[in-house]
Structure formats: structure tokens, C-alpha cells
């Protein structure tokens, strides 16, 4: 299977699976990389939204049971982003990831902590 039909069929699942924004896909796998989950300003500079949009993003990921907010047990002031494992298996199949795979072959950014 060649990029395009790979990338076709990813957004085919991301669609299936409720989500119409590459953001939502982007959001979730930045969290599926990250240990600690991330904080909204964190995923929102690296994929390049504003606050706002970032919080729309975030109330429709948690709406949809593929993400929580938590408060940072380091500093209650920051609410951290921690997906969920039903994100963890909507972002496996949207990237045709095996369920139980463990490791990931591309480098991913890592949240500050």
C-alpha cells in the first residue's frame, strides 16, 4: 500500500470515528506519545492552533471519551491532557497501528514536565 492510500485510509477512520478535523488526529497522537499527558498550550504551539482553538478541540475529544483534563499534580495552577485508552485505540486504528503495538517508529516531541 503506497502514502496515498495509507493517508486516505487514515482519514477514512478518523471520519468513522467521529473526527473531522486533523487537529483532533494530531492532538490525540501528540498524547499517545506522551507519558504525562501535555498541556493545552504545549499541543496547541506544536501543531500550530490559537488557545481558542485548542480548547474546542480538547471539549470535543473529551466529549467523545478519547481524552481527560487533570490537574497537574506538580502544579495545580496547569490542567494536564491525558488520553484516554479508547484515544489510545482510536489513534491506532486511525494510523493502522497494531492494538497491542509498544513501540513507535517515528520520534515523536515530548512534553515538558
Do not use: W
Not at 5 to 11: I, P, Q
Request: positive net charge; glycine residues 8%.
Amino acid at each position: 500500500m503506497n502514502f496515498t492510500d495509507k493517508f486516505l485510509n487514515s482519514c477514512m477512520a478518523a471520519k468513522s470515528a467521529g473526527m473531522n478535523c486533523i487537529n483532533h488526529v494530531m492532538t490525540l497522537r501528540i498524547l499517545s506519545r506522551a507519558k504525562d499527558g501535555a498541556s493545552m498550550s504545549y499541543i496547541g504551539n506544536y501543531i500550530g492552533v490559537s488557545p481558542a482553538a485548542m480548547t474546542g478541540v480538547v471539549d470535543k475529544l473529551e466529549a467523545m471519551g478519547l481524552l481527560e483534563r487533570r490537574h497537574d499534580p506538580k502544579d495545580r495552577r496547569t490542567t494536564r491532557i491525558i488520553i484516554t485508552q479508547r484515544g489510545r485505540d482510536c489513534i491506532k486504528t486511525i494510523t493502522g497501528e497494531p492494538r497491542n503495538s509498544a513501540a513507535i517508529s517515528k520520534p515523536s516531541p515530548t512534553p515538558p514536565v
